[in-house]
Each structure stands twice: as structure tokens, then as C-alpha cells.
């Protein structure tokens, strides 16, 4: 039996740069060709989604903008031409940031489809998935294994993804030891997971006892309180076991010091993976401690269809639990204010008016 799809729907969205969000329903679009409709059960909220409401980033959105791009869901609808393969109706999908890309360009055909010349970019430049059903690219949603929790699995769609393929891109080693700088945030708790199921000792850096407390359940090796420490390259390189420094460097914070700082501490022939988005920020490292110690600085974004793939495999094989609260739709203005505060420990995750 056909599902049966409403014309209207419950949706938080913006009319302005700066908001403020508003609950309102809407009406539910139609998927064109190559797109389905997705029937979004939970969403987790991302700070990507708060630097579009503040318009932080020198790219603008689509306005009215309906935020979002951790959801995962039921494929309820396809557009013209979407084959078995692509996409059942009924089966588990997830929404990402790259909503599609054009498969054919050069960056495409290389699999490197976040670098797409003409990506859509979900709760950016096309609505996101901050509404109970949304629009996206058969070729580009995430396949969700059966039996793996919705809620759960929200937050490895951004999050769990770009931090899966920032720990691939730093080259880090089994046994070797990476730092995680915001480990206390939502893709900070997901990069401390993914980096522990590969084999990685963690060095959490992040402030309060919330947060330490939380990294040291999850098995960080040290944590160290950006807040509390009166000089960060001493304590980092302290907590390694040689006094040498991390191996790798994951830079997930929304705040430029530490962008800053990362080359001073990372171990000789280390890599600085740069991921955070704070805005307005610029890297620096010193040219000449850089050059000594042959430093690797590079930034990653997002990750393709097979690091997805990837990375909801390493959690449905149950390596992967990151903290979350879940809380309704409607509350979306909340987390933003905690976020903006950064009072949250690990992630919130929506939860839809149709979620059991
Ligand atoms: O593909 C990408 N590159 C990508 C993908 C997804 C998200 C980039 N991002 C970007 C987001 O846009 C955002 O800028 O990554 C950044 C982190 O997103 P998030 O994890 O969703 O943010 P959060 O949950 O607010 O966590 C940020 C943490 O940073 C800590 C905060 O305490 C918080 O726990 N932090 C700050 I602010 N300053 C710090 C510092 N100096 C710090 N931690 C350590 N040292
Ligand atoms: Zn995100």
C-alpha cells in the first residue's frame, strides 16, 4: 500500500538571516526526477545549522530556509526514473549535507562529490531536514541498515561521517594518538568514538566537567580544559606518552584560537586536520617550527558516499555510542541557544510529531 502523504507538514523555518526560527507548517514538496521524498523520523542539529541562521559564512542560503542535515528517515515517495537499486519505497535513508551533486564533473568522477561544482547543500541551499518529509537525491542518500535505531544513527549523517573521514585523511595509526580539539561537542563525542573503534588513543580537548566527564566515559586517555590551562602545548604534548606530541591533530572547535595553536603541538611529521567552521577564522602556524618538524596542515570536508557508508557501518556493528538527548521539532530554538552558549555535551537530536 501506497504511504499516505500529507499535503502539509511541521517544519522550523527562517525567513532571515539572524531568524528567529519559526514552527509553522508548510507544504510537503513533490520529488522530481532522481529525487525521493523522505518521511524524516529524527534530525540532529549540527553547528552548520546555527552558522546558516547567522548567516556566519561567506556563502549565502536559500531563504525561507528550512534548516538541517542529520536526518534520517523512510523513503515515502520517488521521482521519475529512481531504479530499485537506487532507493525501495519503504526502506531506511539518511539525509546528509550534500543533498546531491552532479556526478559528472571532474571532483565527481574522482569521488570526491563534496568538492562537486554544483553540490545542493541540505538545510543550506536546498531545505534540510528540519520537516517531516524531505527532498533529496536518490543517489545521494545514506542506506540504513535494518534494525538500526533512527535516533542513534542521526547524528553519524554530519557528525559521524566528516569526523570518520577527517581521522582517515590525518594517515593516524592504530596505537599512534590523535587530539581532539572540541571533543566535547557533537562532532568533538563522535570523533572520540570513531577514533577509539580505529584504534586511536584520544586526547579530549574541551572545558567544563560535563563534558570531561563524558569524554572519560567514552574512554579518552586525558582531557585536557582549554579553559583551565595556562599552556596548552605543554599539557597536550605532556599527555603523550613520549612528550612528543599527538600524531594527529582533529581541529572540530568553533573558535579560531585553537586553529591557531595546533601546529605548535602536534608531533614532528603530524598532521593538523582542519574541519570546524568557526567564522571569519584563519589558520597560522609558525613557518618556522612548521617546516623543522615537516607538519602536515590540511583540511577536510564532509566525506563521499563510501565514507557514509563506512562510517554507518562502524556503528551498525555497534563500535560507535556518542551521547545525544532527543528532544521535539518544536524546541529546535532551545538547542540553538545551548549551542550558541556551548552548553552541550555530545548531540541533540530531533524528534518528528510522526516519530513512535
Ligand atoms: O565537513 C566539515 N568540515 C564540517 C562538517 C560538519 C560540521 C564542519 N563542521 C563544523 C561546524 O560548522 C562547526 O563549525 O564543525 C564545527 C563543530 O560542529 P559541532 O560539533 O556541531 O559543534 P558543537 O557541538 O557546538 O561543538 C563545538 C565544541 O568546541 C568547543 C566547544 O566547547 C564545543 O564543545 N570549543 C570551543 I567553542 N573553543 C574551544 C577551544 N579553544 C573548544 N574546544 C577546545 N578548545
Ligand atoms: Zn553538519
Not at 102 to 109: A, E, K, P
Not at 180 to 201: D, E, P, R, T, W
Request: contains cysteine; proline residues 6%.
Amino acid at each position: 500500500m501506497a504511504p499516505n502523504i500529507p499535503d502539509e507538514q511541521w517544519a522550523q523555518v527562517i525567513e532571515k538571516v539572524g531568524g528567529p526560527v519559526e514552527y509553522k507548517k508548510i507544504p510537503v514538496a513533490k520529488p522530481g526526477p532522481g529525487e525521493v521524498l523522505v518521511n524524516i523520523k529524527y534530525s540532529g542539529v549540527c553547528h552548520t545549522d546555527l552558522h546558516a541562521v547567522n548567516g556566519d559564512w561567506p556563502i549565502p542560503t536559500k531563504l525561507p530556509l528550512v534548516g538541517g542535515h542529520e536526518g534520517a528517515g523512510i523513503v515515502v515517495a520517488r521521482g521519475e526514473g529512481v531504479t530499485d537499486q537506487d532507493c525501495k519505497i519503504g526502506e531506511a535513508v539518511g539525509v546528509k549535507w550534500l543533498n546531491d551533486s552532479c556526478l559528472s564533473c571532474t571532483f565527481c568522477q574522482q569521488a570526491d562529490e563534496p568538492l562537486c561544482l554544483t553540490p545542493k547543500l541540505s538545510g543550506y541551499t536546498v531545505d534540510g531536514t528540519f520537516q517531516q518529509y524531505c527532498i533529496a537525491s536518490a543517489k545521494h542518500v545514506a542506506h540504513i541498515p535494518e534494525g538500526v535505531p533512527l535516533d542513534e544513527i542521526s547524528p553519524v549523517l554530519c557528525a559521524g561521517i566528516t569526523v570518520y573521514k577527517g581521522l582517515k585523511e590525518s594517515g593516524a595509526r592504530p596505537g599512534q594518538t590523535v587530539a581532539i580539539v572540541g571533543a566535547g561537542g557533537g562532532l568533538g563525542s563522535l570523533a572520540q568514538q570513531y577514533a577509539k573503534a580505529m584504534g586511536l588513543n584520544t586526547i579530549a580537548i574541551d572545558s567544563g566537567d560535563e563534558k570531561k566527564t563524558m569524554s572519560e566515559k567514552m574512554g579518552c586517555d586525558a582531557f585536557i580544559d582549554f579553559a583551565k590551562s595556562s599552556d596548552i602545548t605543554k599539557d597536550v604534548r605532556a599527555a603523550t606518552k613520549d612528550g612528543l606530541g599527538p600524531h594527529a591533530v582533529i581541529l572540530v572547535a568553533v573558535n579560531e584560537k585553537p586553529f591557531q595553536q595546533a601546529a605548535e603541538y602536534v608531533r614532528p611529521r603530524g598532521t593538523v586536520i582542519v574541519i570546524g567552521l568557526p567564522a571569519n577564522a584563519y589558520i597560522r602556524a609558525p613557518v618556522f617550527e612548521s617546516v623543522l618538524k615537516m607538519v602536515r596542515i590540511q583540511a577536510s570536508y564532509v566525506g563521499n558516499r563510501q565514507d557514509s557508508a563506512e562510517a554507518i557501518d562502524f556503528f551498525a556493528r555497534g563500535l560507535i555510542h556518542a551521547p545525544f538527548k532527543t528532544v521535539d521539532l518544536k524546541d529546535l530554538p532551545d538547542v540553538y541557544e545551548k549551542m550558541h552558549k556551548g552548553a552541550i555535551a555530545g548531540r541533540y537530536v530531533l524528534k518528528m510529531p510522526d516519530a513512535e
